[in-house]
């Protein structure tokens, strides 16, 4: 809860993990509910997911619903639709692309002119964040910045942060080996191995699995040239 959070301001918490991987995850989601003097749209919450909370990260906003859940005992009505989070990694990723295609400066936050809008999703996007190594997750709320310079208070709910719609696709693997004696005076032994996307051990998690294509091949030969001579 926060009191007097004023105009153009935002107060978060934040905790660091292990280098997360959502390479593999199709959509990120999480469920917000608000209660606060306010009106609707007049907050907003974030998230912010990168290497770090201030220099590399992507951030969503969603403008929240006010809902007083003295009033209510319905699920949807305490957690409305409106309040959640349900984004497809795909429109960070593409983001980041149409950054870097502008030459963008990446000590600034893109796009400059306030966020791109997917529906109630707003995204932006600071530095250089790589999802397949997600250090640092923040939520918090944010007083935007307005003409009536007002101050609210508020009492904010974050719950299920997950990703979901992980890449269920599948790969495939090929090795094989050739050896072969040229009579008496030389073996060429040669080795080959194709992996594709998507490959990995039955117990393999995963982060675990091969990330690209990829084909490797070996030749070696042993020849006695006296005899060949």
Request: proline residues 3%.
């Amino acid at each position: 809860c926060f009191d007097d959070l004023e105009d153009g301001h935002a107060r978060a918490i934040y905790k660091n993990i292990s280098s997360l991987d959502l390479f593999n995850y199709g959509r990120v989601k999480m469920f917000f509910h608000a209660n606060s003097d306010s009106d609707d749209d007049e907050m907003t919450a974030f998230l912010r997911m990168g290497t770090d909370f201030d220099q590399n990260y992507y951030e969503i906003e969603i403008p929240l619903k006010i809902t007083n859940p003295a009033n209510t005992s319905v699920e949807r009505e305490i957690w409305p639709e409106e309040n959640e989070i349900d984004l497809a990694l795909t429109e960070l990723y593409a983001l980041k692309a149409a950054r870097d295609r502008e030459g963008f400066p990446l000590t600034e936050m893109y796009p400059r002119e306030g966020p791109k809008v997917f529906g109630r999703h707003r995204i932006r996007i600071f530095g250089r964040p790589d999802l397949s190594s997600v250090q640092v997750l923040m939520i918090g709320i944010r007083n935007p910045t307005t003409s009536d310079k007002r101050m609210h208070s508020v009492c904010f709910w974050a719950n299920e942060l997950r990703v979901t719609d992980f890449d269920r696709t599948a790969g495939w693997a090929v090795s094989s080996t050739l050896s072969a004696k040229l009579a008496d005076f030389a073996v060429v032994t040669g080795a080959f191995r194709h992996t594709t996307f998507g490959f990995g051990a039955v117990s393999s998690k995963i982060f675990e699995r091969t990330r690209d294509e990829t084909t490797a091949y070996d030749i070696s030969a042993s020849v006695q040239v006296d005899k060949l001579l």
